[in-house]
């Protein structure tokens, strides 16, 4: 785990879910995910909304060609851990196909601006996958 995503987890858990700096005005998750070639948990944290009863994240990797290790491993392990502000929940990861993920694509846009430069940068399709909380 990078030393950035490091200290984000480490915010997010002493804050009650909240953390500053870049993503101050921004609803964060932490994502739990078993890896698909090593089998162990990996944590990564990310912007997220809610649509409904259901959480949304975009695998974007900052716009790089390329999807983020977290898309792989739920494609894998669907069955993921989510910490979001102050609970912990198991959810099923779904990725979504077309309408609906430009229709949730374009609601992260108007959620943070970068996700529109992530897409022109990143000449790839770039998967959203929502998590809806298992019982």
Do not use: C
Request: hydrophobic share 35%.
């Amino acid at each position: 785990m990078s030393d950035w995503n490091k200290k984000i987890i480490e915010e997010f858990r002493a804050n009650d879910g909240r953390v500053g700096g870049h993503f101050a005005n921004t609803t964060i998750l932490l994502l739990h995910t078993t890896g698909a070639k090593s089998g162990k948990e990996r944590v990564n944290p990310l912007v997220t909304f809610e649509d409904g009863d259901r959480l949304v994240i975009v695998a974007s990797k900052g716009g790089a060609p390329s999807n983020p290790d977290w898309y792989h491993n739920v494609v894998a392990n669907p069955k993921v851990t989510v910490e979001y502000g102050t609970e912990k929940f198991h959810a099923q990861a779904t990725v979504t196909s077309e309408p609906e993920r430009t229709e949730l694509y374009e609601k992260m846009e108007n959620q943070l601006a970068s996700f529109s430069e992530y897409k022109l940068k990143a000449g790839r399709v770039i998967p959203v996958v929502t998590l809806s909380r298992l019982s």
